[in-house]
């Protein structure tokens, strides 16, 4: 008797269920929507009691999938969907048609240099090489769309790296762009495992000059650090002007509704390059509290 006879496997695979579930018979009871496998019946998954498994299975098939393709940590970038490459700044202005229009891409114009800088920082990050078990880290990982996203995934793409796309379905279409690798590219319903899925393996963020989204994921990820739901990661904010301009950080603890030790959370970088050095120290000394405390 072989070890291997016992071992098999005695159900049928779900898969061959499937397929052999398509061919059934043409009857009155096989065409009732009640005969439909439950995992093949997409009008029952959808239905308003099947959300806590939606929830589930919106949560399992990216970890599943990154797990996979030995993805152990990412560096997540936050930032506009608005910002124009540096190609596409001039002809933003020039397309404007009124003097507040002319303002507003004015404005979005002079932050293109961002686009210029969040490609820099991908692609220093995208060449981190991987551990000794092949597993990757700071696998670089955006919303997936336009602008800062897609200058992201673009750097890492530049050296040859996979890179991450978590997209959101929205009213209005928003497509992956050209730049995240197909097989890690990912569309949410939920919101709120998107963002799950942005901090699970994130070990370091950057944060791009943004709207509601960006001022909504950066906000999160600051009190989920301020009130120990997760460990302190690298967050680098671009764009000091900005942000000081948009946030009056100082007045929060002013108003005493922050600590000012929870400004030490931010550390404010303009380049690539500064945004990297103090990911490095941040590791850095992390290493030696780790073998300082041994």
Not at 233 to 244: A, V
Request: charged share 25%; hydrophobic share 45%.
């Amino acid at each position: 008797m072989s070890k291997k006879h016992i071992g098999e496997r005695i159900f049928r695979p779900a898969r061959q269920e499937a397929h052999d579930a398509k061919v059934a018979l043409d009857k009155p009871q096989t065409q009732s929507a009640s005969y439909h496998l439950a995992f093949q019946d997409a009008e029952f998954l959808l239905r308003e009691d099947l959300r806590p498994v939606r929830f589930q299975l919106e949560l399992m098939k990216p970890e599943l999938f990154l797990d996979e393709a030995k993805i152990s940590s990412t560096f997540v970038f936050y930032g506009s969907a608005r910002i124009p490459s540096p190609e596409k700044a001039q002809p933003l202005i020039d397309a404007a048609r009124s003097d507040r229009d002319r303002r507003i891409a004015d404005n979005l114009a002079k932050k293109a240099r961002y686009y210029d800088e969040a490609r820099k920082l991908a692609r220093i990050a995208a060449q981190f090489p991987t551990d000794t078990t092949g597993n990757h880290n700071f696998v670089v990982c955006s919303g997936g769309g336009p602008s800062i996203m897609e200058a992201a995934n673009r750097g890492a793409a530049d050296v040859g790296a996979r890179t991450i796309g978590l997209n959101i379905v929205l009213p209005h279409e928003q497509a992956p762009n050209d730049y995240v690798t197909p097989e890690l590219s990912f569309q949410f319903h939920y919101f709120a495992l998107r963002k799950m899925h942005f901090l699970l393996r994130a070990r370091a963020l950057a944060v791009f000059p943004g709207g509601f989204g960006t001022f909504d994921e950066f906000f999160e990820l600051l009190t989920l650090i301020q009130t120990g739901k997760i460990k302190p990661i690298p967050i680098l904010l671009f764009g000091r002007d900005f942000w000081n301009r948009v946030v009056d950080f100082e007045a929060l603890v002013e108003e005493g509704v922050i600590a000012p030790s929870d400004l030490n959370l931010i550390t404010w970088v303009e380049t690539a390059e500064e945004g990297w050095a103090a990911v490095e120290a941040f590791y850095d000394d992390a290493e030696q509290a780790h073998i300082s405390s041994r």
